[in-house]
């Protein structure tokens, strides 16, 4: 079946223009993440969507930094005023969430490609 | 909440020698466990995972991963390391309950030498 699907593949863009990169979640899965990994870092956490709840944006370096997910399915992440240091790999990743005894947990990640950015 | 150490950035090995990846952990009860690979170019793909159970978790690729609650520790381990195993390698952390999400350590990169 499809996978996480993200747009586009590769952005340039020059320094203080708005850009946004799009995700599509394999269907089904309740839970969506963005995160952000630089050259030679690891993945850094921005945001966590969970069905109707309320998203987790303490990852999001700064206000120029926004995300929505329209109907639970398709996100969008906007960075707006783009500078050189928010070059990077930005990756969406989607799983299931299923309900326990203790209440819901996230089940097993699934990635996207990435949308590879540079600001020039 | 919870939170993951990964405590070498980089590891060289000699092909056909053993590995150990490190992770530690810190949540108040037992957690959801996973590792994950990425491979130069690649996206991170799913190795293996713990939730409850019999404590030592195979994977794919050869690898398996053993949950001691003891030392907090979910360490990645293969017995015979291929040059096709260089990448990185993540843990991650995740929390029974609660909506909460996914805590991924900082990764470390493993370099396979001949």
């Known amino acids: 079946g499809a996978g996480v699907s993200q747009s586009p593949s590769n952005k340039v863009t020059e320094k203080g223009k708005d850009v946004e990169l799009r995700c599509d979640p394999i269907?089904?899965?309740?839970?969506l993440y963005w995160y952000r990994q630089s050259l030679g870092q690891g993945l850094e956490f921005l945001i966590y969507?969970?069905?109707?709840?309320?998203?987790?944006k303490s990852g999001l370096p700064s206000d120029r930094f926004s995300a929505e997910r329209t109907g639970g399915s398709v996100s969008t992440l906007t960075i707006q005023r783009t500078q050189q240091e928010d070059s990077a790999v930005y990756l969406c990743a989607s799983s299931l969430v299923y309900p326990g005894l203790a209440g819901a947990s996230t089940d097993t990640q699934y990635f996207g490609p990435g949308t590879r950015l540079t600001v020039l | 909440a919870q939170s993951v150490t990964q405590p070498d950035i980089h590891i060289t090995v000699s092909e056909g020698a053993s590995l150990e990846l490190r992770c530690n952990y810190s949540y108040g009860a037992t957690p959801y466990l996973f590792w994950y690979v990425q491979s130069p170019g690649q996206g991170l793909q799913l190795l293996l995972k713990y939730f409850s159970g019999d404590t030592l978790v195979q994977g794919i690729k050869g690898f398996e991963a053993e949950f001691k609650r003891s030392q907090s520790s979910f360490n990645l381990r293969k017995p015979s390391v291929h040059w096709s195993d260089a990448a990185e390698y993540f843990c991650a952390v995740g929390a029974p309950g609660g909506y909460q999400k996914v805590t991924f350590g900082i990764g470390t990169k493993l370099q396979v030498i001949p």
């Open positions: 969507f969970q069905g109707n709840s309320a998203p987790d």
């Open positions: 269907s089904g899965h309740t839970a």
